[in-house]
């Protein structure tokens, strides 16, 4: 579990299984997190499920394990208590304190069915409680059928039932009054109705022999249908930036599901589901072949990334063939604008959205004024300071980031006060002056003409402003091959290159530090930075 997977798939129902198996056999890196807790395990077996039938749902699971792990794929049992995107995928973190990395999460986390407050209702389900006439209907046909009415699809719900046995009453309990028409459609079918509440139910060596009212009137019944809320469990949801809608069926509610698009995916890129968690009437098999289709959109777009990345470091690495401009971009046979719309159009959220810690930490106290934010990326900087009353101009070479930039801050009620500008910040560069201009980490795999860039933000900072640049200052902990011809300034050599008129700044910070980020794999590491903070003396 120190691995990172290709898939995550959080729940090891049918659905979680047959998208297991599909994806292992796609040749991917695939791990389940199943809690061993699944809806149907009361049910004594799985039905209209071909070359399946009848079959108990835990063998029916451990049959779709082996077959899983035959593939290569990896199965633990134990509970998700949350998922976050981080910089290179989703974290998933278990109950045991582990945590593994993917690049996809597909959530197949079922669904909760919420029974009626009858008591005794919970102790039967799924032996003589039913639900799903498909499911069970065989089992009890010609038995005294009861429907126990808790909604306006009760009348509907008994008449259905009443096509595996002529003997069906129908309680209506807390359900609405029947109209005139559905009570003629009953009386047509021979469904007998019952006025009252139902109070209770009455068992006879662990058989359902009737139900009580609450008057007393014990009705003779061998199985009770009862309709649910089938409601999809949402533990995970909130650290995913996901949300729950309702579904209906003839313009009723009947539950709650993660939205989707027909192949499932959700709307946060990167995230799947499938199973009751789509959709709430969903049968076994039903579920199980929705899997197929949507593990193989999942490796589709997996494809999709993984070209990206091999056009990406084909195009770095090719010879150089001839000169694009942007003075000081070696190496590479592609403009470097080209080359950064590749990079991040790569994945749908490159970085984890959350802004530097090291300019919240020197920007915090500073009075609020112009901002200009150099290699914006996505946003998250700009947005942060957008938020904190600062009127931002954010400045990048790729379109493809501005864009989503620009959809972030409309997102966190921010556009109005950021002016997004693409610029390559050598050949082109922002116009004006501001109260605060922020270098961060402005890096990249081929040369940068970053000294030139540096003192072009220098000059762009008005009398008493703030510089921040801020750097790596070594490879991270994770690199073990690091490239030897790779130089990190120093502070004092980020200094020296501004080439500062002597007497016109004050120093305010200048040192490395040691922060904590995950690497590649999921687990903690540790990267050395370092930050130079000036101000421009009035």
Request: glycine share 10%; net charge negative; with cysteine.
């Amino acid at each position: 579990m120190d691995t990172k997977y290709d898939v995550v798939i959080v729940g090891g129902g049918a659905a979680g299984l047959s998208g297991a198996l599909t994806l292992g056999r796609a040749r991917r890196k695939v791990l389940v997190i199943d809690a061993g807790r699944p809806r149907n395990a009361p049910a004594a077996g799985v039905h209209t499920y071909l070359t399946r039938e009848g079959t108990p749902p835990r063998e029916l699971l451990a049959a779709g394990r082996e077959e899983v792990i035959g593939y290569g794929g990896e199965i633990v049992t134990g509970t998700v208590v949350a998922a976050e995107r981080v910089e290179d995928g989703f974290r998933v973190a278990l109950d045991d304190g582990s945590a593994v990395v993917a690049d996809r999460l597909l959530l197949a986390t079922g669904l909760v069915d919420e029974l009626p407050d009858v008591p005794g209702l919970a102790e039967r389900w799924g032996r003589d409680v039913l639900h799903c006439p498909y499911c069970h209907g065989w089992e009890v046909r010609d038995q005294v059928i009861g429907v126990l009415a808790t909604g306006p699809l009760s009348v509907h719900q008994a008449l259905l039932w009443r096509q595996w046995s002529d003997d069906v009453t129908l309680f209506l309990h807390t359900g609405p009054e029947p109209d005139a028409d559905q009570r003629e459609q009953l009386a047509a079918r021979d469904v007998t109705v019952v006025e009252g509440r139902v109070a209770g139910l009455e068992v006879t060596e662990d058989r359902l022999a009737g139900v009580r009212l609450d008057d007393g009137t014990v009705v003779a019944c061998r199985a009770l249908a009862v309709g649910t809320r089938m409601t999809a469990r949402t533990d995970l949801l909130a650290g995913l930036g996901l949300e729950t809608e309702e579904q209906e069926m003839g313009g009723h509610v009947i539950g709650t599901r993660i939205p989707a698009d027909a192949t499932g995916a959700t709307n946060v890129p990167g995230v799947w589901v499938v199973g009751n968690a789509a959709n709430v009437t969903d049968q076994v098999i039903v579920a199980a072949a929705n899997a197929v289709r949507v593990a193989a959109a999942i490796n589709a777009d997996l494809i999709a990334e993984e070209t990206r990345r091999a056009v990406t470091a084909r195009r770095a690495h090719a010879p150089r063939t001839e000169s694009h401009g942007g003075a000081g971009w070696h190496g590479v046979s592609v403009p470097p604008e080209e080359f950064w719309d590749t990079f991040y159009a790569e994945k749908a959220q490159v970085w984890s959205g959350n802004p530097n810690a090291a300019l919240v930490r020197e920007a915090d106290g500073l009075e609020p004024g112009t901002a200009l934010d150099l290699g914006c990326g996505e946003g998250a900087d700009a947005i942060w300071l957008a938020r904190g009353g600062w009127r931002v101009t954010a400045a990048d070479i790729s379109h493809v980031a501005l864009e989503r930039a620009a959809e972030h801050a409309k997102a966190a009620e921010v556009a109005d006060r950021v002016d997004w500008q693409r610029h390559d910040l050598d050949m082109s560069f922002p116009e004006g002056s501001y109260d605060l201009v922020s270098a961060c980490y402005l890096h990249a795999p081929m040369d940068l003409p970053r000294e030139k860039i540096l003192r072009a933000a220098a000059a762009a900072v008005a009398p008493g402003g703030v510089l921040l640049v801020v750097g790596h200052a070594y490879w991270p902990s994770w690199e073990h091959n690091p490239h030897a011809d790779v130089h990190f300034p120093t502070p004092q050599e980020v200094l020296d290159a501004l080439e500062l008129t002597e007497g016109a700044w004050e120093v305010l910070r200048s040192e490395e530090f040691e922060r904590t980020q995950n690497g590649p794999d999921g687990r903690p590491g540790a990267r050395n930075d370092n930050v130079l903070k000036l101000r421009r003396l009035p």
